[in-house]
């Protein structure tokens, strides 16, 4: 996450360097353990990130699979997309 290249938006795009996550180590957002202290650190950043509701949006579109993306981890967007499709 240390690139400055733009990332796509299905609709849009979003710099990278807009993005609060863009210094922070993969392991933060990428850890194995859902309850870890990785994870709550990710949750710390995306929360004041301001592309956070573009790049939920990405992840859910795409989908995104892996990882803390827009301050959900992959099961909690898997519970949004379901809450969204009733
Ligand atoms: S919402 Fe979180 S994962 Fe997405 S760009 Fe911002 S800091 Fe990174």
New binding site residues.
């Given amino acids: ?1 240390t690139t400055s290249a733009p990332i796509t938006i299905p609709s849009r795009r979003v710099p990278l360097e807009l ?4 210094d ?1 180590s993969v392991e933060s ?1 990428f850890a194995s353990n859902a309850s870890s202290s990785n994870v709550q650190h ?1 949750k710390m ?2 929360a004041r ?1 301001e ?2 509701e573009e ?2 949006a990405y992840a859910l579109e795409t989908p995104q699979i892996y990882g ?4 959900l981890t992959a099961d909690e967007r898997v519970l949004l997309r379901r809450s969204m499709r009733r």
């Fill in positions: 996450m993005a609060e996550c863009r922070e957002f990710a950043i995306c990130c592309v956070r790049c939920l803390i993306w827009g301050g």
